[in-house]
């Protein structure tokens, strides 16, 4: 059996769980993809993606501490796991190789 199926999506966010080490949460994921992707990001998006890569096994959460600003809520913080990051290692890896196989026009 190969690896679990990553939609674009979700690959996105995973990648951006990895990329904030520690400080993601639902807004700071959707904030930092809307920054880069300069996409409409839909922050329900956002939730269902992180809680079908925790099913996956590619990130685990934690509750963080109660703020004021949050009117006393805890933050469900994400961070990516070791099967997270070979997930992202081996999809750079055929994506590299697939970009590195197509053939130079021979016009160009």
């Known amino acids: 059996m190969g690896r679990p199926y990553l939609g674009e999506f979700e690959e996105l966010v ?3 769980v990895a990329v904030l080490d520690g400080g993601a949460y639902g ?3 959707a904030a930092e993809l809307k920054q ?3 996409r409409i990001i839909s922050l329900s ?3 269902i ?3 079908r890569l925790e099913e996956k096994g590619f990130v685990k959460s934690e509750l963080g501490g109660a703020t004021a600003a ?3 809520r805890r ?3 994400f961070g990516i796991t070791a099967a997270g990051k070979q997930t992202l290692g081996e999809m750079r890896q055929v994506r590299n190789e697939l970009w590195d196989s197509i053939p130079t026009p021979s016009w160009s």
């Open 70 to 72: 949050r009117g006393g």
């Open 36 to 38: 880069r992707t300069d």
């Open 45 to 47: 998006g956002v939730h």
């Open 14 to 16: 995973l990648l951006t």
């Open 49 to 51: 993606a992180l809680y």
């Open 75 to 77: 933050k469900r913080l």
């Open 27 to 29: 807004v700071t994921i």
